[in-house]
Each structure stands twice: as structure tokens, then as C-alpha cells.
């Protein structure tokens, strides 16, 4: 009884795996390769971006300078006020 049963699964397994491959869509490969080299491209020249805006020197002097003004005013409030 029990070969019987395991010759009923394994038929039922084939079926249900030729049913699910006759529906899968079929693989293409001529664009895989495409769209990956224009994913890199569009992620290299959005890293390039950000580390030439990070690394600007105008960028970096005003943010400095911004620094410097903005703590040179809370250390003038902070201190005793004068009447």
C-alpha cells in the first residue's frame, strides 16, 4: 500500500511541476546585462555627485565660516548681559 501511495505523490509532483513550468514566462537574458551596467552607471555618477558637492572647498569654507559666526553668537548670549 505504501509504494503505491509514494508512486500516486510522485506522479502528482511531476504534474504540478510541468503544470508551473508551462506558466512560468520564459527567461530572457539579452537585457540582464544592459540593465546592470546602466544601474552602475546611474549609481557611479550619483556617488561622483554627492563627493564633488561634499567635497567643494567653497561649500566647505562657508559651512565653516557659518560655524564659526553661529558659535561666536551663543557664547556673546550666554555670557552675563549688560545693562
Given amino acids: ?3 503505491y501511495m509514494i508512486v500516486f505523490l510522485a506522479l502528482c509532483l511531476i504534474s504540478v ?8 514566462p520564459a527567461k530572457t537574458d539579452e537585457n540582464y546585462l544592459q540593465e546592470f551596467q ?3 552607471d546611474a549609481l557611479i555618477k550619483d556617488i561622483s555627485g554627492k563627493l564633488k558637492e ?3 572647498p567653497d561649500t566647505i569654507k ?3 565660516n557659518d560655524f564659526v559666526d553661529n558659535t561666536k553668537k551663543f557664547i556673546d ?3 552675563p548681559k549688560k545693562e
Fill in 77 to 79: 548670549n550666554a555670557g
Fill in 38 to 40: 546602466k544601474q552602475a
Fill in 54 to 56: 561634499a567635497v567643494d
Fill in 17 to 24: 511541476h510541468a503544470f508551473v513550468k508551462r506558466d512560468a
Fill in 62 to 64: 562657508k559651512n565653516f
Fill in 1 to 3: 500500500m505504501n509504494k
